[in-house]
């Protein structure tokens, strides 16, 4: 898999905020098909920051109304990466 492929978007909330500032986790939208290696594989080489640990997690489909259509949103991968100290990964920086 290629590492431009891997990563899709910063996940920016309230809760990954705070994770950021104070233990160093950036959480990201990644591909449903790649692994933990490909994540690390493609933070380390696209970001050049040394990543400590990686948590994955599934997230299922949900149901959208529109009016009477019933539709489905896709499933997607979430990943929560570990920095290591005196690194990290600024998206919006001066925003």
Not at 6 to 19: C, D, F, R, W
């Amino acid at each position: 898999m290629n590492i431009h492929d891997v990563i899709q978007h910063p996940l920016v909330t309230e809760k990954s905020n705070i994770g950021r500032e104070e233990q160093n986790l950036v959480t990201l939208a990644v591909d449903p098909r790649a692994n933990k290696h490909d994540i690390r594989r493609a933070v380390e080489g696209l970001f050049d920051v040394k990543v400590l640990d990686i948590h994955t997690m599934r997230m299922h489909r949900k149901s959208r109304r529109v009016g009477k259509y019933m539709g489905r949103k896709p499933e997607w991968k979430k990943a929560i990466v570990r920095l290591a100290e005196g690194h990290s990964i600024e998206f919006f920086e001066g925003v």
